[in-house]
């Protein structure tokens, strides 16, 4: 990771402090503190001392003053170090506060790329005084990379029937790996194992909390640790419920630890829409901490109009697992239909946040992962959650195999209050002429629209184009689900930023038996026709089919 340079202004450095830097609006020297030092400095007026940092870690600031020592920490961009009556500085005040006895402790996240400021100044005409500054690295992100699913279980539901989950793990590499598969619980990492796959080699687990870890009652997160990088590892996951019907589940993927909620440029703020407690449905959230800090959270309930329909703090241990089952009784609500949950980080832990809504009919659950909000830093990985244009790759009104009836139910949270209204386009897979429409928010909360293929008076499967006229922001997810008399079986379909695409991808974990079978759907974004070839493959690496398909535009 890039080293950053970290500023602390402080009232005068006599002993390494040139003369007259104080006026100066940039600097051209250095006094440097480096993570475990300890330095003592004699101060009068305003100056600056240079911390150095790394970018994206946790720092604590030991302050030794006199009492009622006033300090004032600022974030500061800038484009170098100059001497010049003018330079691009751009700071930003966002702690203060008072040493109240010899010593104050400053927990701080460096939140992005670049140089901050630490900003102390002493009350006025208090006279020369000795500071103490120690700089210490408490936290950092892991060395190598990490993959997290956020849920995984052997245990009995709500309705006395058994979730269990399976995992299909795929090394992308042409060479061996060994990585280390973790268990975590409320109390933190339980169980640790070492997995060995060989180059574009592939491997499943049934049952993976029983048949991996012996663990017979369990909920909790799997940790995947010594990657050589994210994308060098396929993971995917499905947990679901064993009936006399057959299974019902969802899916869980694996996320990289670098989206994880924190103080810094990923963003403290998640949306969980598609919430709802009713007679047939019932909704749990959960959270999981994964840098080894603990996680203080605030979170709200919204109903559609925005209204905060309730509020909680909690605390999420570190390295820990902790899901709450039936939020709305954990909140004290009666139930609702339509309804969000926004959680926002306020320690310097990092979080997922994913809910798991059920039908109570028949134990089906959908996986909805916590949407980023606040996503404000460098262009990297997956683009963010909102934008004025997110597409819906699949979408349905229409019959299926063995009788069933398909729908899609849409849920969208605007960024924006004044957003107004939302565009949705329902593009066909047949070809035929798409069909749009138009839909008022009601408020800040999440918009419900139910069976929303055919409240555009279309039918048939396709995908869903969502456009802002005014280009305010928005979230979005989907359910595509089939009902009948015993209740619902169906799937989440999260939206994706409309020019967010691949040139190449895996799908994993497909079946085809007597109990299976595996549809695989492609969205073509452009405005030309593409060729996309399909390879099925083998868990030991044959290829077992080939296929070239031509997509039309968009």
Not at 274 to 281: R, S, V
Request: a negative charge; one cysteine or more; charged letters at 20%.
């Amino acid at each position: 990771m890039p080293w950053s340079i970290v500023l602390l202004a402080a009232a005068g450095l006599l002993v390494v402090t040139p003369t007259g830097v104080a006026e100066e609006p940039c600097l051209e020297f250095e006094t440097h503190v480096s993570p475990g030092d300890l330095t003592e400095v004699t101060v009068t007026d305003e100056s600056w001392l240079i911390l150095y940092t790394r970018f994206d870690r946790v720092y604590r600031f030991t302050l030794s003053a006199v009492p009622e020592t006033v300090y004032e920490i600022w974030s500061i961009d800038y484009g170098g170090w100059k001497m010049a009556d003018e330079c691009p500085v751009k700071d930003e005040l966002f702690a203060s506060g008072m040493v109240s006895g010899p010593e104050t402790i400053v927990h701080w996240t460096d939140p992005s790329p670049g140089s901050d400021a630490l900003k102390i100044r002493l009350p006025a005409n208090s006279g020369p005084a000795t500071i103490t500054i120690e700089l210490e690295e408490l936290m950092a992100p892991p060395e190598d990379d990490v993959l997290i699913v956020p849920a995984v279980a052997h245990t009995v539901g709500a309705r006395g029937e058994l979730f269990q989950s399976d995992l299909v793990v795929f090394n992308r590499m042409d060479f061996e790996v060994t990585i280390e598969m973790v268990f975590v619980t409320g109390g933190g990492p339980k169980q640790r194992v070492e997995i060995v796959i060989g180059g574009h080699g592939m491997v499943a687990f049934e049952d993976v909390v029983a048949s991996v870890f012996g663990l017979d009652d369990a909920v909790g997160a799997l940790r995947f640790d010594g990657l050589v990088g994210t994308r060098s590892l396929g993971v995917v996951s499905r947990t679901y419920a064993l009936t006399d019907a057959g299974t019902y589940g969802q899916f869980v993927p694996a996320l990289p630890f670098e989206d994880a909620a924190t103080l810094g440029y990923r963003g403290a703020v998640r949306m969980l829409p598609h919430l709802a407690k009713t007679d047939q449905t019932r909704s749990n959230v959960g959270f999981v901490e994964v840098l080894g800090l603990e996680a203080d959270l605030d979170i709200r309930m919204v109903d559609e109009t925005g209204n905060v329909l309730a509020t909680a703090d909690l605390t999420v241990p570190p390295l820990a697992h902790r899901q709450i089952n039936d939020v709305f009784d954990f909140l004290g609500l009666d139930g609702s239909a339509n309804a969000a949950l926004r959680v926002e980080l306020t320690s310097h832990g990092r979080i997922f946040t994913y809910a798991s809504v059920v039908d109570n009919r028949t134990s089906d659950p959908i996986f909805v992962p916590g949407l980023i909000t606040d996503w404000t830093g460098p262009f990297l990985g997956p683009s963010p959650d909102q934008s004025s244009f997110l597409m819906v790759p699949a979408a349905a009104s229409a019959r299926g195999a063995f009788g069933t009836r398909w729908r899609t139910d849409l849920r969208v949270v605007p960024s924006d209050d004044d957003i107004g209204e939302l565009e949705v386009t329902f593009v066909p897979n047949n070809g035929s002429t798409p069909s749009l429409g138009t839909f008022d928010f009601i408020g800040p909360g999440p918009l419900a629209i139910d069976d929303v293929v055919s409240r555009l008076d279309a039918s048939g499967a396709g995908h869903l184009r969502l456009r802002s006229p005014t280009f305010g922001t928005f979230l979005a997810t989907s359910r595509t689900y089939s009902v009948d008399s015993e209740g619902s079986y169906g799937q989440f379909i999260p939206a994706e930023w409309l020019y967010y695409y691949l040139d190449h991808g895996y799908v994993l974990g497909l079946k085809c038996n007597a109990d299976y079978r595996s549809n695989a759907g492609l969205v073509n974004p452009h405005d030309y026709a593409i060729e996309v070839e399909l390879r099925l493959v083998s868990a030991a690496g044959e290829i077992l089919g080939r296929r070239v398909q031509v997509l039309a535009p968009y």
